[in-house]
């Protein structure tokens, strides 16, 4: 099973997506723990971002991206894509506003 859900996620459109957000996710959320001035920035989103890789991976698997015949459509990777960035430019415009 862990090797087909490598595959599934390096092997696709929206496995890509997920790697990528999930990265930028991890990379708000260490930075608003570990900086007391940028968690004032981020709030509850720094907080929530420890999840959401989690969140963008049960999505991945919802949408199917973990069986063998799996067809990458531009639907998925737009639902996939406005699920994983929606929350990243909101942060960025509320931390561009202060």
């Known amino acids: 099973m862990r090797d087909h859900l490598s595959n599934a ?3 696709t459109r929206e496995g890509f997506i997920l ?3 999930s990265v930028i996710y991890l990379a708000i959320g260490l930075s608003a723990k570990l ?3 940028v968690a004032s920035v981020f709030g509850f989103v720094g907080f929530m971002a420890f999840f959401m890789p989690i969140i963008l991976l049960v ?3 919802k949408i199917g991206g973990y069986k063998k015949d799996y067809l990458s ?3 998925n990777t ?3 894509l406005t699920v994983a960035l929606v929350p990243i430019i909101i942060v ?3 931390a ?3």
């Open 9 to 11: 996620l390096f092997r």
């Open 19 to 21: 790697i990528f957000s």
């Open 35 to 37: 900086s007391p001035p």
């Open 59 to 61: 999505f991945f698997i």
């Open 73 to 75: 459509t531009w639907f």
């Open 78 to 80: 737009a639902v996939m």
């Open 92 to 94: 960025a415009k509320s």
């Open 96 to 98: 561009l506003s202060r």
